[in-house]
């Protein structure tokens, strides 16, 4: 099993600052424990923090390759924005029971004032609590909530300029100064590659539609390369940009195999987006941005496999099972697909096809309204013994999480249980 070093460096990171954070103390005035000394102690864990979210939110390739995959580095974006905000809220908190009962100066710690480095400070807390609420506790659509939370970068611009224009040990003392700066400039340049650059210089390529057609409630959409091809492996996935729709970019399992000519996005008919994707036509250009993802690489190994696909997230599956049947493996594959009725599996007849070439694929398909909800009992009654074997799952969270529970509750490792979490926001 390949160890991860992502989560790692964020703890290395968060060691190191407490390390400067200690030795700015024992450099000037020492240990004095009061309010003040844990205000600035969380100001500076939540703005290491806050700078790492912004580093994990760039899409850049080896930090995917330190999380073992993009989904995995989004939710520890998620995890550590949301760290950093109730660490930085209770740096003003702290900062308040340090002067009361001088409810003037408390005040200049919550609103604008004459201080300027204060100013920074207080507009950094409310623009992230501004975004925060917009992210966590408003169901925005997507394209919505892609628009504001790239403002994210604001908060993190007054939170710099706060560091550098008030007195404190971060002005202080030079290491931990320029330890913080050296962590703000690589959020900013994070921001700014993400927000402006990575358009331009990202892993880009431009494909055209070769051939669009609707599948029950999807789109399926066969493109060919404008140029260069896009090197891949069986479930991966890219951010796609229909030129002709807008400057929007939405993450698409690929649904194709990587031998195969054309290369297969599937959209879900979701909204006013996935609805204008009806709208194009052969030679509508593509715009895509990738591969990223590393539920493909569950496969590996010599462990007979069980696949478990949830609706939509039977795609990642077509490609795996494209490659499986082209490489003529011979280890046991269960393919569950998962649906709520029979209509649903929009793709069964494919699979159905495809799983004829493979004698060593077992399809099953699980409508629940006949069957139930698929469980572990269900599974090993028909698979086996679950300990000898790795699941691979792709589908609705909640789908993936009980199943996943129940998986380990009857002994299956962690390691053996994959699944890709397809929520970005």
């Known amino acids: 099993m390949k160890i991860k070093i992502g989560p790692f460096l964020v703890w290395l990171t968060l060691a190191a600052t407490l390390a400067f954070f200690i030795l700015a103390k024992l450099a000037g005035s020492g240990f004095i424990f009061t309010w003040l000394l844990g205000s600035q102690l969380l100001s500076l864990f939540g703005v290491t923090l806050l700078c790492l979210s912004f580093v994990l939110s760039s899409r850049w390739r080896f930090i995917e390759n330190w999380f073992g995959g993009l989904d995995k580095v989004y939710r520890f974006h998620h995890l550590l924005g949301g760290l950093s905000f109730v660490l930085l809220i209770h740096h003003p908190i702290f900062l308040i029971l340090e002067v009361l009962p001088d409810l003037n100066f408390a005040w200049k710690y919550l609103w604008l004032s004459n201080l300027l480095p204060y100013n920074w400070g207080v507009l950094s807390l409310y623009s992230m609590m501004l975004m925060l609420i917009l ?152 715009d895509l941005w990738g591969p990223y993802g590393k539920f493909g690489e569950g496969i590996l190994g010599d462990k007979p496999l069980i696949w478990i696909a949830g609706g939509i997230g039977v795609t990642p599956f077509l490609s795996l099972l494209t490659a499986e049947v082209q490489k003529k493996q011979t280890r046991q594959i269960d393919f569950f697909y998962c649906v709520g009725d029979e209509e649903e599996a929009v793709f069964d007849q494919e699979i159905k096809l495809l799983s004829a070439k493979a004698p060593n694929i077992i399809y099953h398909q699980y409508p629940s309204n006949v069957c139930g909800r698929l469980s572990a009992p269900v599974l090993e009654k028909l698979c086996g013994d679950l300990r000898r074997k790795k699941i691979m799952l792709c589908g609705p969270i909640g789908m993936m999480n009980s199943l996943a529970n129940q998986l380990k509750a009857v002994g299956v490792k962690n390691q053996d249980i994959i699944f890709e979490d397809f929520n970005f926001k």
């Open 135 to 286: 992210t966590l506790l408003l169901n925005l659509p997507y394209s919505l909530w892609k628009k504001t939370h790239e403002f994210m970068g604001l908060a993190l611009l007054f939170a710099g300029l706060h560091i550098i224009t008030i007195t404190s040990d971060a002005s202080r003392y030079l290491p931990l100064r320029w330890w913080i700066l050296a962590l703000l400039l690589l959020a900013l340049y994070a921001a700014v590659y993400r927000r402006f650059l990575y358009r331009f210089i990202g892993p880009k390529y431009r494909f055209v539609i070769h051939n669009l057609r609707r599948i029950g409630d999807t789109f399926a959409i066969d493109m060919l390369p404008e140029g260069k091809n896009l090197p891949f492996h069986a479930g991966q996935f890219v951010f796609a940009k229909f030129p002709e729709l807008g400057n929007e970019s939405h993450p698409f399992s690929i649904a194709s195999g990587p031998e195969e000519k054309y290369l297969r996005l599937v959209a879900k008919i979701l909204g006013d987006y996935t609805w204008k994707i009806g709208t194009l036509h052969e030679g509508s250009p593509v």
